[in-house]
């Protein structure tokens, strides 16, 4: 965490402190004093492509067979859609366009971010200090500004939003989709949610907002978590959120908002103790990205006195907001290969799922042959045991077991079935066919 300060502390000043602060000298420079909605247009005109001019079409296609026909069916043999929320797949969702997810506490600044990345407002907008947003809004590229309803946009078959579905009214209620014309939306959809709340409050959501969440997380390309400056606290809820994004963390970008609020001694204190948080909360030895900005409305009553008329901090943000607006620029010049990187990363899911299935209904099967006592009992042993399953389960078919799901959600799935044994014996045929997949297919589709 020194080191983290030390860092910080470097790029307050202006000094150099790492790599990242600033562009290589092969990149075009900068100007600073640009709003962010001329700066995202100068990228776009040097190095970002319009997603409509990319040839993709076969990479997209090919993919979407394979899972056609290497995934899915051993996905509805082994009933991989109880166990997994959102599982199921469509054709849209192989050639969408590239999805950016922000989540985040409440009044953390999330609705004035996306309006600072269009450069004006979008239909349904609304900010306050307040939890304004109250349900999730896809904004979408459209030649006319105009509100579409989540029962709509969930009906398409052609839309990347159509499982959805499955979490209901409830949810379709609280759910819609809004289009504007602003040049970043031809590249990229931006997905606004409701700010996390605290207490007893979260739980009385009409739908399972952390369902919704991982449905979101999965097929998105980027997750940005924010944080307000001034409200750094991580709530249990916030905690239980950013756990149904394991599984994710290479997705993940942290942005701490409103920095312009708190002096540079604050702003030092503030990252070190958002790094330690992140760090605990994540489990990971090495906390995602974090950019600092202040994607707010604002005027000089509410920035502090160091702030002004300061060029080095001013530089500062403007390195930040470049790095970050680069990161959205690029993404879908890497969606194939973050297509094809969640196409093997799911089928190594179902893999495993469909094996670890079948190695337990042999334990049921097992237990039949020597005894007349009810399987059902058999059957919740194994589930109280399901730890040490695992691991017997990796060791008999050689399965890693970082890719093995959430101990405690397969259990309560298990739980929901009355005997595995309903479920159809595993036919290895199918995990050959996938393997041929891994091996000599996406190769050859990719070359």
């Not at 997603?51 to 090919?62: C, I, L, N, Q």
């Not at 194994?382 to 399953?389: A, F, G, T, V, Y």
């Amino acid at each position: 965490r020194a080191a983290d300060g030390a860092a910080l502390s470097l790029r307050l000043k202006g000094g150099v402190a790492d790599d990242d602060d600033f562009s290589g000298p092969d990149e075009p420079p900068h100007k600073t004093g640009l709003t962010t909605e001329e700066q995202m247009a100068q990228m776009l005109e040097e190095g970002g492509s319009d997603w409509s001019s990319m040839d993709k079409d076969k990479v997209f296609e090919g993919l979407r067979s394979l899972y056609l026909k290497r995934v899915k069916p051993l996905e509805e043999a082994s009933w991989y859609s109880h166990f997994a929320t959102g599982a199921t797949l469509e054709a849209s969702d192989f050639d969408a366009k590239p999805m950016v997810l922000l989540l985040g506490q409440y009044s953390v600044g999330k609705t004035s971010f996306i309006r600072s990345l269009l450069g004006q407002n979008f239909p349904g907008m609304r900010i306050g200090p307040e939890p304004t947003t109250d349900g999730f809004t896809a904004v979408m590229h459209g030649v006319d500004e105009r509100s579409i309803p989540g029962h709509a946009l969930s009906m398409q078959k052609d839309s990347p939003f159509h499982g959805l579905s499955d979490f209901g009214n409830s949810f379709l209620s609280r759910f819609n989709g809004a289009t504007s014309a602003a040049p970043i939306l031809r590249n990229i959809t931006l997905i606004d949610t409701p700010g996390v709340l605290a207490g007893k409050k979260q739980s009385t959501r009409e739908y399972n907002y952390g369902e919704v969440v991982e449905w979101f997380a999965s097929r998105a390309d980027l997750i940005i978590v924010m944080f307000d400056a001034h409200k750094l606290d991580i709530s249990d809820e916030l905690t239980a959120v950013l756990e149904k994004l394991r599984g994710h963390q290479e997705k993940i970008r942290i942005l701490l908002n409103k920095v312009q609020q708190i002096d540079t001694q604050q702003l030092m204190r503030v990252y070190g103790a958002l790094m330690w948080s992140l760090g605990k909360v994540m489990h990971v030895p090495e906390v995602p990205r974090v950019f600092m900005g202040s994607f707010w409305d604002q005027d000089e009553t509410n920035t502090d006195k160091e702030w002004l008329g300061s060029q080095a901090h001013a530089a500062l943000l403007d390195r930040e907001k470049q790095d970050l607006l680069r990161e959205l620029i690029t993404l879908p010049q890497n969606s194939i290969m973050r297509r094809v990187s969640e196409l093997v990363k799911r089928a190594r899911a179902v893999k495993v799922h469909a094996y670890l299935i079948h190695y337990l209904r042999k334990q049921i099967a097992g237990w039949a042959t020597v005894t007349v006592w009810d399987k059902g009992a058999k059957q919740a042993e194994l589930i109280e045991s399901l730890d040490k399953e695992f691991v017997m389960a990796a060791r008999r078919y050689n399965l890693p077991l970082g890719d093995f799901p959430n101990l405690a959600k397969m259990k309560a799935s298990l739980r929901e079935i009355k005997d595995l044994r309903a479920i159809p014996r595993l036919n290895k045929n199918m995990i050959t066919d996938m393997e041929r997949m891994f091996t000599a297919e996406i190769p050859k589709l990719l070359d």
